[in-house]
C-alpha cells in the first residue's frame, strides 16, 4: 500500500504509476478542497480532467494533519503502508512531526519517497521551484529551440514527469532492497537532479571538450543526416547513423553522388557542413509530397517518420494495439482518455480498464472502517 501525501504533478505522477503496476494507493487530501489541481482548467462540470488523468485509480481520504484525530488516522495508515511518498518543500514533514528519522524509528519497514525542487540537502534545499524553474536552472532550455531563436521550454512537463519516474524507479528498488534486509529506506528525489540526467550527452561534450552546447533546433548534436525536413505539403524526420544508412538514404532519393562528396564523405564531414547537408536533402524534399518520401525512405530501411500532431497520433492504431489508452470516467457524464503506464509486464498484460479519479474523501468512510475493525481484530488477537 502506498500513502500519497503528493499534490499537483510530480508525486502523483510518481504514484499514478506505481498504481498502474498494481498498488493501492490512497491519496491523503487536505479536508473541502483537497488537491489544489483539482481547478486545474478545462473544467468539465465540477471535474479536472487533468487532476483525472493524474489521480484515475487512486483511493482518496481527507485528513487535517493538525487534528489528533485525523493525524491518529495517519499513523494507523502508515504502520499498514510500504510506501509514504511526499513532494512538499524540505522541511514541512519535519514540521508536522513526521521527519525521516522519526518516521524510520516508528515504521521500520515503510520506504519514505520524498520528491521536491533540489532535494533534502544543499543550499538550495528550501527555495520553491515548479517546472519551467528546474528546466531554466539544469540547462535544459539553452539546448532547446532554433540556433537562432530563444531558449525555450520543452513544451511538456518534464521536470515534475522526470522526476515522477525517476522516483517510482527509485521506490521500486527500494522494496526489493527491502525483501533482502526486512527495512524500509529514505528516497530523495530532486526535480533538478533528474533534469540534469537527462541532459544525455550534452554535460559529457561540455566536460570532455569545454565547448558549451547550444540549440540545433531539431537535429542531432552530433549526427548528420538526423533532422526535421520540410516535403512540399508537411514535414518528416530522417534519421541516418554511420555511413551505411546515409548510403540507402542517398541512393533511395536518387542522389548516389552525395555518397563521395567531399563535403559528406565522412560522418565527420556531414557534421562540418550540416547546414550544406540539409540545404541538398530539402531541396530534394520539397519537390514531393511527405508521404512520398516516407514511403521512398522507409522502403530503404532508414528510421523516419511523419511530425505528428496530438490529434493524429491520438488516433494511432499501434497505441491503440498496445493498449496505451485508459477510458477516464466522471460523474458528471462524459469521458475522456487518458495514458496508460508504459510499463508492460507481459505475463500479466490485460485491457485498460475504465477508470475514473476520487473526489475529496471519498474512500475516507470505508478507510476508517477498515483500520477500526484492523484496531478490533489486533485487540482480540
Known amino acids: 500500500m502506498v500513502v500519497d501525501m503528493t499534490r499537483f504533478l510530480s508525486g502523483p505522477y510518481c504514484t499514478l504509476l506505481l498504481s498502474d503496476l498494481g ?4 491519496k491523503i487530501e487536505s479536508p473541502g478542497k483537497g488537491d489544489e489541481s483539482r481547478y486545474v482548467p478545462p473544467i468539465v462540470g465540477s471535474d479536472s480532467p487533468y487532476f483525472m488523468s493524474i489521480n484515475r485509480g487512486k483511493e482518496s481520504i481527507a485528513l487535517d494533519l493538525k487534528n489528533d484525530e485525523h493525524r491518529a488516522l495517519l499513523d494507523e495508515l502508515l504502520e499498514g503502508a510500504d510506501v509514504l511518498v511526499e513532494n512538499f518543500r524540505p522541511g ?32 538550495w534545499r528550501s527555495l520553491p521551484a515548479y517546472d519551467l524553474v528546474v528546466q531554466a536552472l539544469s540547462g535544459l532550455m539553452s539546448v532547446n529551440g532554433q540556433a537562432d531563436g530563444p531558449p525555450t521550454r520543452v513544451g511538456t512537463s518534464i521536470g515534475d514527469l522526470g522526476a515522477g519516474v525517476y522516483a517510482a524507479l527509485s521506490i521500486v528498488s527500494a522494496i526489493n532492497e527491502r525483501h533482502r534486509t526486512g527495512k ?15 541532459l544525455e550527452s550534452h554535460f559529457m561534450r561540455y566536460d570532455v571538450t ?10 542531432h548534436p ?34 548516389p553522388d552525395l555518397i563521395d562528396d567531399p563535403r559528406f564523405s565522412t560522418p565527420a564531414n556531414r557534421l562540418d557542413n550540416e547546414a ?20 521512398v525512405i522507409g522502403a530503404a530501411g532508414i528510421p523516419c517518420g511523419p511530425i505528428n500532431s496530438i490529434a493524429e497520433i491520438a488516433n494511432s492504431p499501434q497505441l491503440d494495439a498496445r493498449n496505451l489508452f485508459v477510458e477516464v470516467d466522471s460523474d458528471s457524464g462524459y469521458s475522456f482518455r487518458a495514458v496508460r503506464s508504459p510499463v508492460r509486464q507481459l505475463s500479466k498484460e490485460e485491457s485498460a480498464k475504465v477508470q475514473r479519479a476520487p473526489h475529496v474523501d471519498e474512500h475516507g468512510p470505508a478507510i476508517r472502517e ?6 478490533v481484530a489486533s485487540t482480540d488477537a
Open 23 to 26: 498498488a493501492r494507493v490512497i
Open 92 to 123: 514541512t514533514m519535519e514540521k508536522l512531526g513526521l521527519s525521516a528519522e522519526v518516521l524510520a524509528e516508528r515504521y521500520p519497514q515503510l520506504v519514505f519517497a520524498s520528491i521536491s525542487g533540489f532535494g533534502q540537502t544543499g543550499p
Open 184 to 198: 524500509g529506506g529514505r528516497v530523495d528525489v530532486a526535480m533538478l537532479d533528474c533534469q540534469v540526467a537527462l
Open 210 to 219: 569545454g565547448e558549451i552546447p547550444g540549440r540545433v533546433g531539431s537535429r
Open 222 to 255: 552530433l549526427i548528420v543526416p538526423f533532422d526535421a525536413f520540410r516535403c512540399a505539403d508537411s514535414y518528416m524526420v530522417v534519421c541516418t547513423v554511420g555511413d551505411g544508412l546515409y548510403a540507402r538514404l542517398v541512393k533511395a532519393i536518387g542522389r
Open 276 to 295: 550544406s547537408m540539409k540545404a541538398e536533402l530539402e531541396g530534394i524534399f520539397l519537390s514531393k509530397d511527405r508521404d512520398y518520401w516516407l514511403e
Open 370 to 375: 477498515e483500520l477500526a475493525a484492523q484496531r
